[in-house]
Nanobody, 116 residues
């Protein structure tokens, strides 16, 4: 059974930082593209950041320079360090594991609220 379990969300003031983590089980983690998506109320789910099995990174323009994605294949975890948070970063953040556009798994999401 595949499970992706996110943690680390919460309430933070503008300019603050949060670190999200996603623990994967039931998959050969090192083979998967790992991504973070987010969805704000009334908006479509959008890709925030991704990391390939080989460590190639990609970021949405809106988070470039503020967010950092990383993975630890020995622990089957992917993390998202979020700095300089803005109110527009508030959303439910989802962990995604994808292999060859065929296997695609989602976590349950973790809420990030950015407010003073």
């Amino acid at each position: 059974q595949v499970q992706l379990v996110e943690s680390g969300g919460g309430l933070v003031q503008p300019g603050g930082s949060l670190r999200l983590s996603c623990a994967a089980s039931g998959i050969t983690f090192r083979r998967y593209d790992m991504r973070w998506y987010r969805q704000a109320p009334g908006k479509e789910r959008e890709l925030v950041a991704g990391i390939s099995p080989g460590g190639i990174l990609n970021y949405a323009d809106s988070v470039q320079g503020r967010f950092t994605i990383s993975r630890d294949n020995s622990k089957s975890t992917v993390s998202l360090q979020m700095n300089s948070l803005k109110p527009e970063d508030a959303a439910v953040y989802y962990c995604n594991a994808r292999l060859a556009e065929v296997l695609n798994y989602w976590g349950q999401g973790t809420q990030v609220t950015v407010s003073s």
